[in-house]
């Protein structure tokens, strides 16, 4: 991750990327990581972008995903589980969308009525993905297809055309770690929330601060280890940009595997690992006290009929 460019250097304060490097220069090394130096899941050289519990999530999910292209599958980073309960007509937009595995099951659980939109900075996966739209169309008995993939930076949705408010959801699965500048991907996904949307993301947190050692090795930020949040940060960060406080949805410790790297552990320093899904809200202007609200569910949501979420 060592760079000579000298503009829009890091600060120490805001610890978004190794001292001495630039927000692009990271950006790019990401982007090589996925769209060269990685050609399937199986190239991955640790256990941080993996799920795991997936015999546990819903049927009609689980059915949904047995249905993607298998080149799509072979090229999914994911780490959790990125799909909200109840997703009939809404549109979503999912962050680093990559070979769109997420985005293809999202299309089949929101219907022909919904609406899903991939946005990804490497050409080699929008490719993948681009090529596989109308086998998942007819694969699902749509008469036209309701997904589409844009090229652009999580940081920088306006650039890509996405305007304020004209999403229900977004969604992102294991890809805010990999960004050097977090607090402006939060900013975005609030922007172009609709009022009562909300975030659904899985990512990996770490219990303290990674290491500079760690944070300079561009295979490990490219695994999804060296640019971790800290558990608090994402608290603060979205509590600055106007989310309510995030909500644990599930999460899961793990050790980190040295797979096909060597001495990770020593360059980690004892630093622990955690895969978390959160999902955090963007509530109306109109809304002034949710203390004093009730809700009563109905029991009306697949796979959730007899109970709450």
């Known amino acids: 991750l060592t760079s000579t460019e000298n503009t829009h250097m890091c600060s120490p304060a805001k610890k978004c990327c190794p001292s001495g490097t630039t927000e692009q220069s990271v950006t790019d090394s990401v982007k090589e990581y996925y769209g060269k130096r990685l ?4 190239d991955l050289k640790t256990n941080a972008c993996t799920t795991s519990n997936s015999a546990k999530w819903p049927k009609h999910v689980r059915d949904a995903i047995a249905e993607c292209h298998d080149e799509v599958a072979s090229k999914y980073y994911g ?5 909200p309960e109840s997703l009939d007509g809404v549109s979503v937009l999912d962050l680093g969308s990559g070979s769109g595995r997420d985005c293809f099951v999202l299309s089949k659980l929101v219907g022909e009525g919904g609406e899903v939109v991939g946005i990804d900075m490497t050409d080699e996966q929008l490719v993948i993905a681009n090529r596989h739209i109308d086998y998942h169309t007819e694969k699902f008995g749509f008469s036209k297809s309701n997904v589409g993939f844009v090229k652009g930076y999580i940081e920088k949705l306006g650039e890509a055309g996405l305007e304020d408010g004209s999403f229900d959801v977004v969604v992102s699965n294991c890809v805010i770690n990999l960004s050097p500048d977090k607090r402006a991907v939060l900013r975005e996904v609030y922007r172009v929330l609709k009022p009562g949307g909300e975030f659904y993301f899985s990512d990996v947190y770490s219990d303290r601060a990674v290491p500079e050692e760690a944070r300079k090795d561009e295979i490990l930020w490219g695994e999804c280890i060296s640019g971790a949040l800290v558990w608090n940060e994402l608290v603060q960060y979205a509590e600055e940009v106007g989310f309510e406080k995030p909500r644990l949805i599930t999460a899961s410790g793990y050790n980190i595997e040295e797979g096909k790297l060597n001495k990770i ?45």
Do not use: H, N, P
Not at 39 to 42: H, R, V
């Open 265 to 309: 552990k020593d360059k980690l320093g004892g630093v622990k690992f955690c895969s978390a899904t959160y999902r955090i809200v963007k509530l109306g202007g109109d809304v002034e006290d949710c203390d004093s609200m009730k809700v009563s569910y109905k029991g009306d949501i697949r796979g959730f009929e007899k109970r709450q979420i």
């Open 39 to 42: 050609t399937a899941s199986s």
């Open 79 to 83: 780490c959790g589980l990125t799909i």
